[in-house]
Structures are given as structure tokens and as C-alpha cells.
């Protein structure tokens, strides 16, 4: 595997369900992140991890709840979800801080029933 | 003042035209400068970085930094078909602890 992976690549849930994204980047980076892409909307940061410590997190709504076991892999776990919440959820890394290029994996479809 | 601002589009530009693409930002202190490509259903691919005032050439792509101006712009020339995706800039904040994207500007090159 190379570059940012992410599993599952398309995922529809009920409400209640919970569920959980995995990111994983192979390319030797120090922080990871997760956004959300709506439809015509821009690019949501929701969560940044640096040296596996969160650093940011934008107001995001206590059902998403992120883990960052080391520097390799990033989780988004979601639970109680709400149809507004059906996206694409993106996870990249960079070296060196959030200011420095970010990579991104293909994305997770997520649709929430 | 939103921190990164695009016109969102649609551009619609002539095969084999140079397609402009504008970018402005609100902080003074960012540094460097990103350009995105993100086709439809697909996640955002790094194009191209600036850090310095002036010019920056990569194949067809050059992108343009402007300081004083708070300007970055990215220029598509002998445009493709397959150019045809949705641009993103994006730059630096809060002394680089986040990275801020525009609202992206959809581009079409008609064939």
C-alpha cells in the first residue's frame, strides 16, 4: 500500500448504528486529519492530530469522536448519527505541522438512512 | 472576510485556451500556498506549492504569488478536457496550525 488509505470506501447506516472510518497513511508523517465534504460546500476541517495529540478540533458534534493510536492510523468513530451528516469524509497527512502539504486518502462515502 | 476566497464557477474555457484560476487569502503571515485538483466523487490531489513572490512553472501549470496583493493564482495553459475538475486553493493559518481551503472554482474546457 502506498500514499493515505481509507476503509470503507462507501458506507449507509441507520441512525442508531455506529460505525467507524480508518485512515491509514504510509508515508512517514507526523499528523493526520480528518474532513468532511458536503455537496457545494467547501472543505470542513474536523479534526487535526499532530505527534498522535489532537491539536484541533473545530466545534465538531460529540457523535464524532476520533482516536489516533499512533502516528500510521487515524479512526473517526461515529455513533447516533443524523441524515445532515451524509458526506464524504477525507482523511490526510503531512509532515511537519498542518501548514505543510497534505495528502489525502479517496475518501469514505458515508450515508446516513 | 472569508480566510481563503475562490470564485466558485463555473469557468468555462475553450479547449487549448489558458484557463485563470484566482485565489485570495486574509492572513498575512501564510507563507505557502497550495493548488488542488479534485474531480468529481473523487478526494483532492496536490497540483502544485508556492512559496515565494512571482512565478512558479510546472509543465502546463504555473502558479502566481503575490504578496503584497494577498493574491495566488494558478494558470492552466493549452487546456485539456481532462482538465475539467474543481480547483482548490488553499494556505496556511494560525501560524501554521491549520490548513484553510477556498470554496474551490469549478473549471470546464470544452472541448
Same mark, same amino acid.
Given at each position: ?7 470503507p470506501r ?18 512517514g508523517?507526523?499528523?493526520?486529519y480528518?474532513?468532511k ?8 476541517l474536523m479534526?487535526?492530530?499532530s ?61 446516513v438512512? | ?5 475562490q470564485?466558485?464557477g463555473?469557468l ?6 489558458? !484557463? /485563470?484560476?484566482n485565489?485570495?487569502?486574509?492572513? *498575512?503571515g %501564510? =507563507?505557502?500556498f ?8 473523487k ?10 513572490n ?10 502566481q504569488?503575490?504578496? !503584497? /496583493?494577498?493574491?495566488v493564482?494558478?494558470?492552466? *495553459?493549452? %487546456? =485539456?478536457?481532462?482538465?475539467s ?5 488553499a494556505?496556511?493559518?494560525?501560524g ?14 470544452n472541448?
Amino acid at each position: 500500500e502506498t500514499g493515505v488509505t481509507q476503509t470503507p470506501r462507501h458506507l449507509v447506516m441507520g441512525m442508531t448504528n455506529k460505525k467507524s472510518l480508518k485512515c491509514e497513511q504510509h508515508l512517514g508523517h507526523n499528523a493526520m486529519y480528518w474532513y468532511k465534504q458536503s455537496a457545494k460546500k467547501p472543505l470542513e476541517l474536523m479534526f487535526v492530530y499532530s505527534l498522535e495529540e489532537r491539536v484541533e478540533n473545530n466545534s465538531v458534534p460529540s457523535r464524532f469522536s476520533p482516536e489516533c493510536p499512533n502516528s500510521s492510523h487515524l479512526f473517526l468513530h461515529l455513533h447516533t448519527l443524523q441524515p445532515e451528516d451524509s458526506a464524504l469524509y477525507l482523511c490526510a497527512s503531512s509532515q511537519q505541522g498542518a501548514g505543510g502539504t497534505q495528502y489525502f486518502g479517496p475518501g469514505t462515502r458515508l450515508t446516513v438512512l | 472576510q472569508k480566510e481563503v476566497e475562490q470564485n466558485s464557477g463555473p469557468l468555462s474555457v475553450p479547449e487549448g485556451a489558458i !484557463a /485563470s484560476l484566482n485565489c485570495t487569502y486574509s492572513d *498575512r503571515g %501564510s =507563507q505557502s500556498f497550495f493548488w488542488y485538483r479534485q474531480y468529481s466523487g473523487k478526494s483532492p490531489e496536490l497540483i502544485m506549492f508556492i512559496y515565494s513572490n512571482g512565478d512558479k512553472e510546472d509543465g502546463r501549470f504555473t502558479a502566481q504569488l503575490n504578496k !503584497a /496583493s494577498q493574491y495566488v493564482s494558478l494558470l492552466i *495553459r493549452d %487546456s =485539456q478536457p481532462s482538465d475539467s475538475a474543481t480547483y482548490l486553493c488553499a494556505a496556511p493559518f494560525q501560524g501554521a496550525q491549520k490548513l484553510v481551503f477556498g470554496q474551490g472554482t469549478r473549471l470546464t474546457i470544452n472541448p
